[in-house]
C-alpha cells in the first residue's frame, strides 16, 4: 500500500499511527514535504520539496537482530542511489549517507512495540534529490548535498521504488538470520573500515581501527592493546583522522 501526501508533520509518525490500525507489512508513506521531520535523539530533519521522504513499515517476527535494520536501509538506498544517479555512496556509521564528505540522506528506523511484544518497524528515509543544498539553512549548506547538485536529475519516487526492491530482497534473508551479507556489503559500502578513529570509552580517549560492525550494529573499533570496542553511539567517536 503506497500513501502519498503533499505534506505532513513526519511520514515515521504517520506510518507508526497506521502500523497501529492493522496496516499491512509493505505499506510505504511518502510525502513531499515534511514540517516536523525527524533525526536520530529528535533532531530536527530539514524536508523541503525535492527531496524523498518517506517510511516503511515492516513487521519482522521478532526482534531478534532488529538493530540491523537501519543497516539494512542504509545499504539498500546505497545501492539504488548509484543505480539511478550512477554515482559512489558510501555509509558513514550509523544511519548517514554520504557523496564525498557531504550528507546525501539518511536512515532513521523506530520500531514499534505493545508491551515487550514487537508489533512493527517504520524505517524512515530522507534523501536530498532534486532539493539543493542551497536552500538550507547556513550551518548546513557546506555539510549537505543533493543529486541535483551534482548535476543529477532524479524522479523521486523512480528512486523510491528502487530502494524498496533493495530492501526486499535484503529483508528476505534479514527474516531468517542470515545477516553475515549484511556485515559484508556495509564493510565495502563503509566510510570508516580501515581508518583510525578517536573513541571515548568510560571517560577515556582511545586510538582504534575500525573493523566492521557486530550483529547488533554497532561499530567494532580495534585499539592499540589488541582489544576490539564495541562502539553503540555516534556520541563515542571523537574525530577522525
Same mark, same amino acid.
Given at each position: 500500500? *503506497?500513501?502519498? @501526501?503533499?505534506?505532513?508533520?513526519?511520514?515515521?509518525?504517520?506510518?507508526? &499511527?497506521?502500523?497501529?490500525?492493522?496496516?499491512? %507489512?509493505?505499506?510505504?508513506?511518502?510525502?513531499?514535504?515534511?514540517?516536523?521531520?525527524? #533525526?536520530? @535523539?529528535?533532531? $530536527?530533519?530539514?524536508?523541503?520539496?525535492?527531496? *524523498?521522504?518517506?517510511?516503511?513499515? *515492516?513487521?519482522?517476527?521478532?526482534?531478534?537482530?532488529?538493530?540491523?535494520?537501519?543497516?539494512?536501509?542504509?545499504?539498500?538506498?546505497?545501492?539504488?542511489? %548509484?543505480?539511478?544517479?550512477?554515482?559512489?555512496?558510501?555509509?558513514?556509521?550509523?544511519?548517514?549517507?554520504?557523496?564525498?564528505? $557531504?550528507?546525501? #540522506?539518511?536512515?532513521?528506523?523506530?520500531?514499534?512495540?505493545?508491551?515487550?511484544? +514487537? $508489533?512493527?518497524?517504520?524505517?524512515?528515509? #530522507?534523501?536530498?534529490? &532534486?532539493?539543493?543544498?542551497?536552500?538550507?539553512?547556513? =550551518?548546513?549548506?557546506?555539510?549537505?548535498?543533493?543529486?541535483?547538485?551534482?548535476?543529477? %536529475?532524479?524522479? !523521486?519516487?523512480?528512486?523510491?521504488?528502487?530502494?524498496?526492491?533493495?530492501?526486499?530482497? /535484503?529483508? !528476505?534473508? @534479514? /527474516?531468517? #538470520?542470515?545477516?553475515?551479507? +549484511?556485515? &559484508? !556489503?556495509? =564493510?565495502?559500502?563503509?566510510? !570508516?573500515?580501515?581508518? /583510525? *578513529?578517536?573513541?571515548?570509552?568510560?571517560?577515556?580517549?582511545? %586510538?582504534?581501527?575500525?573493523?566492521?560492525?557486530?550483529?547488533?550494529?554497532?561499530?567494532?573499533?580495534?585499539?592499540?592493546?589488541?582489544?576490539?570496542?564495541?562502539?553503540?553511539?555516534?556520541?563515542?567517536?571523537?574525530? @577522525?583522522?
Amino acid at each position: 500500500m *503506497l500513501c502519498v @501526501f503533499d505534506k505532513v508533520s513526519s511520514t515515521n509518525d504517520l506510518a507508526k &499511527r497506521l502500523a497501529g490500525t492493522g496496516a499491512p %507489512e509493505g505499506t510505504v508513506v511518502v510525502s513531499r514535504k515534511q514540517s516536523m521531520g525527524k #533525526g536520530r @535523539f529528535g533532531r $530536527r530533519w530539514i524536508s523541503p520539496s525535492g527531496g *524523498l521522504w518517506a517510511s516503511l513499515l *515492516l513487521r519482522p517476527k521478532t526482534s531478534q537482530n532488529i538493530a540491523l535494520l537501519p543497516i539494512l536501509a542504509g545499504i539498500a538506498t546505497a545501492k539504488a542511489v %548509484e543505480e539511478v544517479a550512477l554515482v559512489k555512496v558510501k555509509l558513514k556509521w550509523p544511519n548517514d549517507l554520504l557523496i564525498g564528505n $557531504r550528507k546525501l #540522506g539518511g536512515v532513521l528506523v523506530e520500531s514499534c512495540y505493545s508491551g515487550t511484544q +514487537l $508489533r512493527g518497524a517504520i524505517v524512515g528515509l #530522507g534523501i536530498n534529490v &532534486r532539493n539543493s543544498s542551497l536552500d538550507l539553512p547556513k =550551518r548546513l549548506k557546506t555539510r549537505a548535498v543533493s543529486l541535483r547538485d551534482i548535476g543529477r %536529475e532524479v524522479a !523521486e519516487l523512480d528512486l523510491l521504488q528502487h530502494i524498496l526492491d533493495h530492501v526486499g530482497s /535484503r529483508y !528476505e534473508l @534479514f /527474516r531468517t #538470520g542470515k545477516i553475515e551479507f +549484511l556485515q &559484508r !556489503e556495509w =564493510r565495502q559500502l563503509s566510510s !570508516e573500515v580501515g581508518k /583510525r *578513529l578517536l573513541v571515548k570509552t568510560s571517560g577515556n580517549i582511545c %586510538e582504534g581501527l575500525a573493523t566492521g560492525i557486530d550483529s547488533d550494529g554497532a561499530l567494532l573499533v580495534k585499539i592499540s592493546t589488541g582489544s576490539t570496542v564495541r562502539v553503540l553511539s555516534s556520541d563515542q567517536l571523537a574525530h @577522525f583522522q
